[in-house]
């Protein structure tokens, strides 16, 4: 199925192959997730698998006190890095972000009929209204454009004062889209909390928890914070307490906070990562420094992309959809979606051991390569990127 999707060719980089010759010393992943932590976490993280007069989280028991103190601790960490309130309460949740798409509306609609808004703008806050209105009477306001691409984000105005909270995805992971700042609806006298689904943009930019009045941000860690097989919440306490009754107990906020979070097993191991990756970005200089790497990362590849005459191009291209262009997740094609020079350009980069520009998403394989520079994308290794598609591009002229 995926080598069919992937075309006929067996070439392992048209397959999405990760795993570039053995030749290559240093592999540059590019996917848009699971991603790579940076190395110095890595190194952390074999350092505690392999302690031997420790156990690692890996084996420790969810309720003793070596893992109640690392749990504490990681909240600690990301309240700090995040600077989240004493008014919100962080849980570990399974399920990653599609959990959530369900977990959000079960917990914050009782009967089931209740009204909320979602800000349709792009392919995951799709998905989540597609999995939420199934608990919900979900009101949607998109700006999928005609040709079902999305260039913009949608008008606010549009949304229903009557929602029990508004749903927003505050980077489309695939389409590019992002908004750098979450917004302030208040000022249009809009009371309901915002819901925000920060999977793929979480820690790389401040929150205002109280000024856009955020009721609940869940982000899967498996892009900037750690590895698949476990979700951060943070919820506003006055938003606890209010499930629909056939709410199940995992997704269950009430009942997993008054558990201290041990309601059942949490992923132990998965913690002390996301706890080893808060770590890291404090030793950095925390979330302002994360967000100028990110800016300077993403401005060197747009650049290039603008400065190409086209050789390369993007979807967000005027200036009014400049601004949303994402840091994380930057979609582009080249010579207008050419295939065989496409899959010319795959194989090369693989070869150099860049990897992860195209990969199989749940929406399918999709018009554009994309570049994901989450955390574990250090500054070096899009600098690499850029050369080589520098390279590719001065080749493919001078023909
Ligand atoms: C990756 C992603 C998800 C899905 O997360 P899962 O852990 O696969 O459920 C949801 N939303 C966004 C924005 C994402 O990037």
Not at 67 to 83: A, C, G, P, W, Y
Not at 252 to 262: E, I, P, R, T, W
Not at 267 to 274: D, Y
Not at 297 to 325: A, Q
């Amino acid at each position: 199925m995926q080598e069919e999707a992937f075309g006929i060719s067996k070439h392992p980089a048209l397959t999405g192959s990760l795993t570039p010759p053995s030749s290559v010393s240093r592999i540059r992943n590019f996917s848009p997730g699971p991603a790579c932590l940076p190395q110095e976490v890595q190194h952390s993280v074999a350092k505690r698998c392999l302690s031997t007069n420790q156990l690692s989280s890996m084996y420790l028991s969810h309720r003793s006190p070596e893992f109640i103190s690392i749990l504490s601790r990681t909240k600690n960490l990301i309240k700090k890095v995040l600077e989240i309130p004493d008014s919100y309460e962080i849980l570990f949740v399974h399920g990653g972000g599609h959990g959530q798409f369900c977990a959000v509306p079960l917990n914050l609609c009782p009967t089931g009929e209740e009204k909320a808004t979602y800000l349709v703008s792009g392919t995951w806050s799709h998905r989540a209204v597609d999995e939420g209105k199934r608990y919900c009477d979900a009101f949607v306001v998109s700006s999928k454009n005609n040709d079902d691409t999305f260039t913009s984000f949608p008008s606010t105005f549009g949304i229903d004062p009557k929602s029990k909270y508004i749903h927003l995805c505050s980077n489309e992971t695939v389409n590019g889209i992002e908004l750098h700042r979450l917004p302030k609806l208040s000022n249009q006298g809009i009371r309901a909390p915002l819901v925000v689904d920060a999977s793929s943009d979480v820690t790389t930019k401040p929150i205002r928890w109280i000024e856009s009045n955020v009721g609940i941000f869940y982000a899967c860690a498996s892009k900037n914070i750690g590895h698949p097989g476990i979700t951060l919440c943070v919820i506003r306490k006055d938003l606890i307490g209010q499930s629909n009754p056939i709410c199940p107990g995992v997704l269950d906020y009430s009942k997993n906070v008054a558990a201290g979070n041990l309601w059942n097993t949490i992923a132990t191991f998965n913690v002390e990562v996301v706890g080893l990756m808060m770590k890291w970005i404090l030793d950095q200089g925390g979330i302002e420094e994360m967000e100028s790497r990110s800016i300077q990362k993403s401005r060197l590849v747009y650049d290039l992309i603008d400065s190409s005459r086209g050789f390369y191009n993007t979807p967000l291209s005027s200036e009014s959809e400049r601004t949303l262009r994402s840091r994380m997740n930057i979609p582009f094609e080249l010579a207008n979606g050419d295939t065989d020079l496409t899959e010319h350009f795959l194989k090369e980069s693989w070869e150099q051991g860049i990897v992860g520009l195209r990969t199989l998403t749940p929406f399918g394989l999709g018009r554009y390569l994309r570049a994901s520079l989450y955390h574990g994308v250090s500054l070096e290794d899009t600098e690499f990127l850029v050369e080589f598609m520098t390279k590719f591009m001065r080749k493919q002229i001078l023909h």
